[in-house]
């Protein structure tokens, strides 16, 4: 079946420094890519997707490069800041499915 | 406007009681879905339901019982409350089955004591 592994966490980086968040996947199929947010006591919110390799998805200084070679869709950002803080997680979806597969989320902390 | 909304968003309730979580969404999307959120934030799928027709059903006990009356709202009933049904309950919703972009509401946090 299909599946998402991400970087296990809690990161914790201080303002500024540059961020990547690891998520590798197993998929029948030919998957489409999303990387959500999730702030404090909030819902998830979708961050940014790719749908093809060689995509790259961004929004927010974020971005992520769907690799089909490496089946990698690793997520960075050169500066973070304070209201970064979130939990951040990779998912796939495959027409097939019907449904999203999701990683296990990753808690980043940015220090002042 | 919200456009997933679900309604409570906190239940604290004694073990063996029934409750219903409600989640309407106004975006005109044809699939719903209900996701659990355990304490390590873990999301797992439950039901989803496609124009009011059940289509994903994961290995959920049968205390739990969705129902969707029309396309934009699926309700989640739960009977006989245990201690491990506390966590936070997701409703989300896709334009299509296939479409992959999901539209999350706030969450309700069940307690159960």
């Known amino acids: 079946g299909d599946s998402v592994t991400q970087m296990e966490g809690p990161v914790t980086l201080s303002e500024e420094a540059f961020l990547t968040i690891n998520c590798t996947y197993t998929a029948t199929g030919y998957p489409s890519l999303f990387w959500y947010v999730q702030y404090p006591g909030e819902g998830l919110q979708l961050l940014l997707k790719a749908t093809k390799a060689d995509d790259k998805g961004s929004n927010k200084g974020f971005e992520a490069t769907y690799r089909k070679e490496t089946t990698s869709f690793h997520l960075e950002k050169g500066s973070v800041q304070v209201s970064d803080s979130a939990v951040y997680f990779c998912a796939l979806s495959t027409t097939n499915a019907g449904k999203s597969t999701f990683g296990d989320g990753t808690t980043l902390t940015v220090k002042p | 406007d919200t456009a997933v909304s679900q309604t409570p968003k906190y239940l604290v309730t004694q073990m063996g009681n029934d409750k219903s979580i409600k989640c309407e969404q106004n975006?005109?999307?044809?699939?719903m879905y209900w996701y659990k959120q355990d304490s390590k934030k873990f999301l797992k799928i439950m039901f989803s339901?496609?124009?009011?027709?059940?289509?994903i059903n994961e290995t959920v006990p049968n205390r739990f019982s969705p129902k969707s009356p029309d396309k934009a709202h699926l309700n989640l009933h739960i009977n006989s409350l245990e201690l491990g049904d506390s966590a936070v309950y997701f409703c989300a919703s896709t334009p299509h089955a296939n479409t992959g972009e999901l539209f999350f509401g706030e969450g309700s946090r069940l307690t159960v004591l």
């Open positions: 339901y496609n124009n009011k027709e059940l289509i």
């Open positions: 975006l005109g999307h044809d699939t």
